[in-house]
């Protein structure tokens, strides 16, 4: 499955994220200027491959201290989103979890497209899903509970809305029913869901000219659990006229994906949303979606007459929670856009731009020119994700491309995008993002040499201005050459801990987008990170030695016990295939030294990790 890779400095990625340093000057090998048009995207059948269900790690406890991960799907249809990463992963307190995604399995035309869905029981995932839940072809779905039980919506992206939905969660069968569109305009899509009791919302943009706009934002409510709907409409201050837009300016309409759901804090319900030609918006309603204030986050000026200057934005990605107070905290992606007419087909972005934002209530709304001060937006604390300088050179190094070529996968967000964000009990907040990675280069990358995006995460904890360092969620040798993209955060912590899905593929970029790859298996990964708020594993590290390295015939692991503990110790290769695995037991408190048999080993570097309850660390160890 794996596309052939140059392995520059491989084992570069076990430097600790902790170590980071920042650095907002690009190399000179790329043209920070050079641009994309961002065409509306229209959903409709594509790619050429079937799914494989080949990928040989089921689950893994990961290097980076603290990480699960455990593969719960596939998928060959690969673009999951056109902004922002909708509610897909949701935890219940109980510990059960579940997790869709758009799923196209079969080539060609992928009639069978639809939402994929896995459910977590307490114990076990179930099996890779093969089927659709829904009973026509469908794509984006978006998740919630409703009651005992689940609903799903999704678009078939001609007659409007499928609603599917089962009384009792995880099992039984599906129903789908239609939410139809409005008249002249039916073809809906990229729709986004709130439960609130058995209060079900909806956002999803018009097909067709309202408001005054060529893309309105509608909003549709149910208070019966999904059986009937009230009429759609835009809620007012998103309207043509109180935005100041209209279908011949800059901002003539809300695009694909840029919009997405707080979860609600009792009757409060939020959502935010983002285009990059509009501004940045955060909607809240005090009684379950009855009225409705809106707030300002960021502007953009709007013009009458092409072409628009650059102008320092969003990327259209936006992510939103509430605090136990119901004060709205967001993150967006940073990007510069432009537009040269102001038809339907979409702006220009300009992809080498970096940097996600953050924002809450209270904060100052930013203009371009506050978008554009990186330095403003660190003092102030609101550049909270970026690019890091792994080789500390100074500047974000990328690999030569050709004039007109991007050295990354394109996907319309920022090198730091795909935000998503969380808050837990006691007000600390927990914000995910996809960054590119210089130093994790696919040098068969179509249609030329890309790095590879990883998933990250930072914190801020309750009454603290500043914001932890980022961290490399899927820093493990298992995914050096790996795209990890699209995460999903589950609304809610409970137990300490982060839950998401997300997509994994070893070609940077899409099929269906602007990189036109290859269509390939892309892999779904429920994956779970310990927040450290509650309970932090101890730093083992210090306790545990390799030698000699580098090693020959074996190599000694020493480790210090503290108290009665088990004691394991696998042996992973350059492509994370575990080659050794060695499940020592319960073991006394004190010192003790295990021989690992390293002479049936080709010569290279491995990584020795070592497991001491539910603490871990790993060891780089090189085999000659």
């Known amino acids: ?38 065409v509306r995207p229209v959903d409709k059948p594509t790619n050429d491959k079937a799914y ?97 039980g689940e609903i799903v919506v999704s678009h078939n992206a001609s007659t409007g809305l499928l609603l599917t939905k089962r009384p009792t969660r995880g099992t039984g069968a599906w129903t789908t029913t239609l939410l139809p569109g409005p008249a002249g305009g039916s073809d809906i899509t990229w729709p986004r869901m709130l439960t609130n009791g058995n209060t079900v919302h909806i956002l999803v943009p018009s097909a067709s000219v309202q408001e005054g706009l060529l893309y309105a934002l509608l909003y549709y409510r149910s208070l019966d659990g999904g059986v009937t709907w009230e009429a759609p409409r835009t809620l007012p201050g998103l309207d043509a006229a109180t935005l100041g837009a209209g279908i ?51 502007t953009v000026p709007i013009f009458d007459v092409a072409p628009t200057p650059i102008m320092w934005s969003n990327d259209g990605g936006v992510a939103i929670a509430l605090d136990s107070e119901s004060k709205a905290h967001i993150v967006f992606g940073r990007m510069r856009s432009s537009d040269d007419d102001f038809g339907t087909e979409g702006n220009s972005y300009y992809p080498l731009t970096d940097g996600l934002i953050y924002w809450t209530e209270g904060m100052p709304a930013f203009d371009t020119t506050a978008i554009a001060d990186w330095d403003g937006l660190i003092a102030n604390g609101n550049l909270i994700g970026e690019m890091i300088d792994y080789d500390n050179s100074g500047e974000i190094e990328f690999p030569e491309v050709g004039s007109g070529e991007f050295p990354f996968g394109l996907y319309g967000n920022s090198l730091s995008g795909f935000g ?108 779970t990170a310990i927040t450290y708020v509650n309970v932090k594993p101890l730093d083992i590290a ?15 692991v020493l480790v210090s016990l503290t108290k009665n503990d088990n004691v394991e110790i696998n042996v992973y290769d350059a492509m994370g295939k575990l080659v050794i695995a060695n499940n020592i037991g319960s073991q006394l408190t004190g010192y003790h030294t295990y021989k690992i048999n390293t002479s049936n080993l080709t010569s290279g570097m491995y990584l020795f990790t070592i497991k001491i309850g539910d603490s871990q660390t790993s060891k780089k160890v090189l085999v000659k």
Request: contains cysteine.
């Open 52 to 148: 494989q269900q080949s990928y040989a790690p089921v689950s893994k406890s990961g290097k980076t201290e603290g990480v699960i991960e455990t593969l719960i799907g596939g998928t060959v249809y690969d673009t999951q989103t056109n902004g922002s990463v909708g509610n897909r992963c949701y935890v219940y307190p109980d510990g059960s979890i579940a997790g869709v995604w758009t799923m196209g399995l079969v080539a060609p035309g992928y009639a069978e497209r639809g939402t994929g869905y896995n459910y977590f029981d307490g114990a076990s995932w179930g099996p890779e899903p093969t089927a659709r839940i829904e009973n026509a072809r469908c794509g984006w779905p978006s998740y919630r509970p409703l009651g005992d």
């Open 1 to 38: 499955m794996k596309t052939t890779l140059l392995f520059v400095l491989a084992f570069v990625i076990g430097l600790s994220a902790s170590a980071q340093k920042m650095s907002n000057k690009l190399s000179t090998n790329v043209n920070v200027n050079a641009k994309l048009e961002k």
């Open 248 to 298: 011949t300016k800059s901002f003539n309409g809300f695009g694909a994906d840029g919009y997405n759901w707080a979860e609600p804090k009792g009757q409060t319900i939020a959502f935010a949303v983002a285009d990059a030609m509009g501004g940045v918006w955060v909607m809240k309603s005090m009684d379950n979606g009855n009225t409705w204030e809106k707030t300002t986050v960021q």
């Open 542 to 556: 210090k306790y545990v030695e390799v030698s000699p390295n580098p090693a020959t015939d074996y190599a000694n």
């Open 420 to 527: 998503q964000i969380t808050i837990d009990e006691m007000d600390n907040i927990f914000v995910t993002f996809s960054s590119c990675r210089e130093d994790l280069i696919n040098a068969g990358a179509s249609p030329n040499a890309q790095v590879y995006r990883h998933l990250y995460t930072t914190s801020k904890m309750a009454g603290q201005t500043i914001w932890a360092d980022q961290r490399d969620l899927t820093d493990d040798i298992e995914h050096s050459f790996d795209e990890c993209v699209t995460a999903s955060l589950a609304p809610k912590t409970l137990d300490g801990k982060l839950h998401m899905i997300y997509h994994v593929d070893s070609e940077p970029g899409t099929a269906i987008g602007s990189d036109k790859d290859t269509p390939s298996d892309t892999y779904v990964n429920y994956l």
